[in-house]
Structure formats: structure tokens, C-alpha cells
């Protein structure tokens, strides 16, 4: 509907004249009912520019609206207020789209606006030195969720993750499972190493001092011990023990993602820029371009000339590049490989870092504007209004694992999907645990597997989804209410799609759940006339759609018994 009111009105701009053609119109969905079905504020905000009274501009498009507007889609075109134009949906129009809605099923919400668009996600790219934690697990849901939106959308979505095996993180995990594996092999001094919360920890005197802690690391020192026993004692590199290390966490990484319903079509590995050449065009790209010069012994960007305070090192004076320099050449990469859209799911810790890689870019000759940076708040974890830190086995941080084993994966996912990406998450463990109205994901879940159940008692008595009914006969103002909640679907998903926003969804999702909540209350099934009753079974069986549609969305499932 939204499309077509855009459609109308463009055209009503047209013939009034002095609109400029990129002036974007907007369409809201009124906080109060009496203000229609739709509303736009164009007249308002063309105020200006047509240099006349906003109400005056109103009613000359209002009228012309009048005229144009199918009768069988719009009811009423109104004029309220200084001059907002407030639309309602004729009844036809509603029963046509709960046709529509019934006949889509599994498909409804989908568009194919966006059909031959590409675009590539990147998110999660932790680099494989330890279990995922619960902020990685914000940004794999948040990455995942968008990649979701997209698809629903029409774009051919590609999902990467970006991991980094050589380096200083990468080294000091070397060293931590060398170490370890030595005191397999032999009892060696140990030495006390501080630690965040608790008494010191006790490791081999050769553990590097920020060495990962973790007992991850001490079964793959034992794992590798028993497949190799003394024979790395000697070795002079550490490329077997991170070999080693990267191949089990990437491992379990995996398998955690895998609980969380996410699945990666690509993974990147920032060793082939290295191996490929790529790291080595970038520095000669921003050399040829004179946005690089040589000081303390080593490389600079001139990110000054970008506003930036200060420049910004490439290559350190070891001659190792800092992790920027592979970062422009990653990106580089995305360019080559064809996409039409790039986004990037950073936590906040970023906001000061990711500038440099764009105007990188910008230097290089790409449109920087095709990357998009989505960042997102950190997650504090809170049992009775208090902060907590939960226990694990592994190290001083929380685990991702940790947080599904205690509150499921279905919950861990919608949490972290409630917010606003750029607000900060309070992760409310009990909230989280409850099995009421109040746990949101559990409200949803519980709607969807109670149609469920109404259907299958309807059944039981005679009636079938698979009859023909006479949609028209849903006439009562809840059953109203309700379709005019489920035909907003496709436009809310666009809506999130177009925002990276899937906090959209879960909020529209507890609107539809309270709508039927509301026609079952009022309008029976069972007991009613034939008619009617089949009526009103294909009006939950579209509810039980959407529901089960939008969670589809959300990467979450939709039982049908709880």
C-alpha cells in the first residue's frame, strides 16, 4: 500500500509543479487509530518550498487524490491538523490482501525489489583465539538477522567472516599452547600470572605474560601432545602449535554459531592478502596516490587530510603493517569480487578505526559509500537488576556457550535482537528464563504454537483451512484490526531491511500477537455459523503465518506445541 500511496502522490506533486524530483515521501502508520490508516506530513514539509500555507497544500493534494485513488484500495482521503493527509483502507482491499496473504504462505513478506542487487555481510570475524563471547554473539546475531532482511528483500546475500591467522594474537597463542605442551612433555618451572577476578593462575615460566589463560588452551596442548609427543619439543617454529590451536577453536566456533542458527557461506582469511599480494597493492596505491610518507621508521597515512587529528601508521617500524593496512585490502577485495552493497557489523570499540579503511578506499578510486558500518553497543548481563558475570570454566570472560546453556538459543537470539543495534543491551538473565507473557520471545513463541492449537480443535470438529471461505464475512472492528496488522508485514520487513534495523520486526511481531490476542477474545470459532467460522480460521491461520514468517526472519523457531 505504501508503494502505491508513494505512486499516487508523486504524481499529485507532479501536477501541482516546483516539487523537486528527489524529495522523498513519507508514510507512517498514525499512533492513533482516528487518524487513519496512513498519514504523510509532504504538505508540511513542502510548506517552503511551494512558498504556500501547509493546509492550503493539503487539500489541493487531497483532492486531486480523491480523484485518483482505486475506491476499492483507499476509503477516505482527510485533511487534519496543519496539514497531514491521513488515509483509510477500504475493506476490500483488506480481504483482497488476506487473500493474497493466504495464498503466499511461507513466502509472505518476501519482495523482489531488490532482485539482482548483491551484497556481502561480514560480521563475527573473530580472529580464532578463544570460544566466542557474548558480545560476539550480539554481532553474529545482528549480521546474521540483517543478511535475513536482504534476502527477504530480493538481494543475493553473501555472509563472510574475516579471521586473521598470523600476527602478534596469533603468535601469543602459539605461545601459550607451546607452553603448555612443554609441561606435557616434562615437569617445567612455573610462574603466577594476574588475573582479572581470583587468585593468580600458575603457568609454565615460558607462558607469555599476556598468554590466552583459557583451559581450552590446555586440551589442545594435550590433544597435541598425544598425537606428536616429544617430537615439537625441538621445533624452532610456531606454526604447528597455532596450526593446532586455529584448527579447534575455528572448529567450535562453528559448532557455536551453529546453536545460534547462524551459518557462514565464506569464510576470509586475512593470510591471503598477505600471500596474494593485495597488502603490498594497497601500500603502493596510497604511495602513488602521495597519501603516504615515511617518519620514525615508519609509514603513514596522511589521514589528516581526511580531518583526522592525527595520521595514522601503516607499516610499523618492525616492518609488520598494523592491522588497518589489511583491513583497506580486504575491503579492496569486496570491490574486485563484484558487490553491489558491503556491510560491516563492528562493535563500538571500532567507531574511531573504520574511517581510515573508507577513506582508504576513497583514495584507491572505490565508492566508499557502498560500504556500510553497522555498529552496535556492548551487552552488560543483569540477574536482579544487578550485573553479573557468570561463571565458566574457560578463562575471566563470559562465553556464548555459557549464555545458552543457562537461557536456550532461541531467547539468546531474540535478546539480542530487541534493541536498537546503537543502544546499549542489558541482558536480563531472569527475564530471560521466565515461561510468561512477560519474556517476549516467549509471548511469540506462545502465540504461534496456540493457533496452532485453535486450528487443530477447529479441525477436530469439522472445519478445514483447505475450504474456500468468504473472507468478507470478517466485518467485526477486532478481526479489522487484525488484518490491517498482518498486511503491514512486507513493509515492515522492507522497512527493516532498508534501516538495518531488525529490532523492527520483534516489536511488530508483539503487535500482531496482541491484536489476535484481542480477535480471539471478542470472536469465537467453534460455535459460530459455518461460514463465519471458516472465515474467521483462515484470519488465524494468516496470523499463525506471519508469525511463524517474521520469526523465520529473526532466525528463531515456531513451535506448535509448548
Excluded at 212 to 225: F, N, T
Aim: aromatic content about 10%; charged content about 30%.
Amino acid at each position: 500500500m505504501k508503494d502505491y500511496l508513494r505512486t499516487h502522490i508523486r504524481r499529485a506533486l507532479d501536477a501541482l509543479g516546483d516539487v523537486p524530483e528527489d524529495f522523498e515521501i513519507e508514510l507512517e502508520t498514525p499512533a492513533n487509530e482516528e487518524h487513519g490508516d496512513l498519514a504523510t506530513n509532504t504538505a508540511m514539509r513542502l510548506a517552503s518550498v511551494l512558498k504556500n500555507n501547509p493546509r492550503a497544500i493539503a487539500e489541493a493534494l487531497a483532492e486531486q487524490l480523491r480523484d485518483r485513488l482505486d475506491p476499492e484500495r483507499i476509503r477516505s482521503v482527510e485533511v487534519a491538523g496543519p496539514g497531514f493527509i491521513n488515509f483509510r483502507f477500504a475493506t476490500d482491499y483488506l480481504y483482497s490482501g488476506l487473500a493474497d496473504l493466504l495464498d503466499a504462505g511461507d513466502d509472505y513478506g518476501r519482495t523482489e525489489r531488490d532482485v539482482g542487487t548483491t551484497a556481502l555481510v561480514e560480521y563475527v570475524s573473530a580472529n580464532p583465539t578463544g570460544p566466542l563471547t557474548v558480545g560476539h554473539g550480539r554481532n553474529a546475531v545482528l549480521g546474521d538477522t540483517v543478511a535475513n532482511l536482504l534476502e527477504w528483500t530480493g538481494h543475493d546475500v553473501t555472509r563472510e567472516y574475516y579471521f586473521n591467522d598470523a600476527g602478534r594474537q596469533m603468535r601469543v597463542l602459539g605461545q601459550s599452547v607451546r607452553a603448555r605442551y612443554e609441561a606435557f612433555a616434562a615437569d617445567v618451572p612455573t610462574k603466577p600470572i594476574e588475573v582479572d577476578d581470583g587468585d593468580p593462575v600458575e603457568v609454565p615460566e615460558s607462558f607469555p605474560d599476556e598468554g590466552y589463560l583459557g583451559d581450552y588452551i590446555v586440551d589442545i596442548a594435550r590433544d597435541l601432545y598425544a598425537d606428536h609427543g616429544d617430537a615439537l619439543l625441538d621445533t624452532e617454529t610456531l606454526r604447528p602449535f597455532i596450526e593446532a590451536a586455529e584448527d579447534v577453536i575455528l572448529a567450535e566456533i562453528e559448532d557455536t554459531l551453529a546453536r545460534l542458527n547462524v551459518s557462514m557461506d565464506a569464510y576470509f582469511n586475512e593470510q591471503s592478502l598477505y600471500q596474494d599480494g593485495e597488502v603490498e597493492a594497497v601500500l603502493d596505491a596510497l604511495g602513488d596516490a602521495g597519501m603516504t610518507y615515511e617518519k620514525d621508521g615508519a609509514l603513514w597515512f596522511k589521514t589528516t587530510a581526511f580531518d583526522k587529528e592525527k595520521d595514522t601508521v601503516l607499516v610499523k617500524q618492525s616492518g609488520e603493517p598494523t592491522y588497518r593496512t589489511p583491513d583497506i585490502a580486504y575491503h579492496a577485495t569486496k570491490f574486485e569480487r563484484g558487490f553491489d552493497v558491503m556491510i560491516d557489523v563492528f562493535g563500538a570499540d571500532h567507531i574511531a578505526t573504520y574511517p581510515d579503511v573508507l577513506s582508504a578506499l576513497d583514495v584507491m578510486g572505490y565508492d566508499a559509500d557502498r560500504v556500510e558500518v553497522l555498529l552496535y553497543q556492548f551487552v552488560t548481563l543483569v540477574r536482579g537488576g544487578e550485573p553479573v558475570k557468570m561463571s565458566t570454566r574457560r578463562a575471566t570472560y563470559v562465553t556464548l556457550d555459557d549464555l545458552m546453556d543457562e537461557v536456550g538459543e532461541d531467547v539468546t537470539r531474540f535478546f539480542f535482537l530487541m534493541r536498537s543495534a546503537d543502544t546499549h543491551l542489558n541482558f536480563d538473565l531472569e527475564l530471560a528464563k521466565e515461561t510468561s507473557d512477560k519474556n517476549p520471545v516467549f509471548y511469540l513463541q506462545y502465540a504461534h504454537a496456540r493457533i496452532h492449537s485453535i486450528i487443530d480443535k477447529a479441525e477436530e470438529v469439522g472445519f478445514a483451512y483447505e475450504d474456500t471461505p468468504d473472507l468478507s464475512l470478517l466485518q467485526h472492528e477486532a478481526e479489522i484490526d487484525l488484518m490491517k496488522e498482518l498486511l503491514r508485514f512486507p513493509s515492515q520487513l522492507q522497512t527493516a531491511a532498508d534501516n538495518r534495523a531488525p529490532h523492527f520486526v520483534p516489536n511488530y511481531l508483539r503487535d500482531v500477537a496482541t491484536a489476535f490476542s484481542q480477535f480471539y477474545d471478542q470472536c469465537r470459532i467453534i460455535g459460530e455459523d459455518d461460514d463465519l467460522a471458516t472465515a474467521r480460521m483462515h484470519l488465524a491461520l494468516a496470523t499463525k503465518t506471519v508469525l511463524k514468517n517474521g520469526l523465520t526472519v529473526l532466525g528463531i523457531s515456531a513451535p506448535e506445541s509448548m
